[in-house]
């Protein structure tokens, strides 16, 4: 069954420092998103990819966080510099070629700032 | 943008019992989907359910977009099921999916 893949699945970093992390959506899946989930709340969007193109990063904290999809398949979700506050779990999900369809989400990156 | 309020936010059941959790929003939806939240952190959909009824195995879902809601059914729980539920909808005016705060489920043996 195809899932969508990420990674690390844990990290743990010092503030200031750069972190980065990777996802690979199921096979043919056009529409990429990245979520933030902060322990006891919903996951929220952070940025959200059509192909290679950014469709909403109006939640991307711009000064700190880039994210990017160049081929249109894989993504990498970079922070620089890292903060205690952005200890939290990020995840990665896909859909088919329309954004109406079911969303489906990998295991998580669960982030640890110190 | 569009609310959803999920209820209860707390649940805790003996093995074997029944259960309704409740998520209600504020606007036109053009997808709903549940998931189930593991203790690894993993969401596992559940249901895609923007209207009508579906059931799998010992779950069950109701949406009715009408009148803004939808019912996630557990029958017969088990320990298994403990873990947070979600539900999360897309309003039809808009292109991401919002997050309810979720009903942390605990099924004790």
């Known amino acids: 069954e195809a899932e969508v893949a990420q990674s690390p699945r844990y990290k743990i970093t010092e503030k200031s420092q750069a972190v980065a992390f990777w996802c690979d959506p199921i096979?043919?899946?056009?529409?990429l998103y990245w979520y933030r989930q902060i322990l006891g709340q919903g996951p929220e969007l952070l940025v959200q990819f059509q192909d290679e193109s950014v469709v909403d990063d109006s939640q991307l904290p711009k000064d700190r966080f880039s994210a990017e999809r160049l081929k249109g398949v894989d993504s990498t979700l970079k922070i620089q510099p890292a903060e205690l506050g952005d200890s939290a779990m990020y995840l990665c999900?896909?859909?088919?070629?329309?954004?109406?369809?079911?969303?489906?989400f990998g295991p998580g990156t669960r982030l640890t700032v110190l | 943008g569009i609310q959803v309020e999920q209820s209860p936010p707390d649940l805790i059941l003996q093995e074997g019992a029944n259960s309704t959790l409740r998520c209600n929003f504020s606007?036109?939806?053009?997808?709903l989907q549940w998931f189930h939240q593991n203790p690894w952190g993993q969401l596992i959909n559940l249901f895609y359910i923007p209207s009508g009824t579906k059931q799998n195995g010992r779950l069950s879902a109701t949406t009715v977009a009408t009148e803004r809601y939808s019912l996630l059914y557990i029958s017969s729980s088990q320990t298994t099921d403990s873990g947070v539920y979600f539900c999360a909808v897309r309003e039809t005016s808009g292109s991401r999916l919002t997050f309810g705060e979720g009903t942390q489920l605990t099924v004790n043996p």
């Open positions: 606007d036109s939806v053009n997808n």
């Open positions: 096979s043919g899946h056009a529409t």
């Open positions: 999900a896909s859909t088919r070629d329309r954004p109406y369809n079911e969303q489906f």
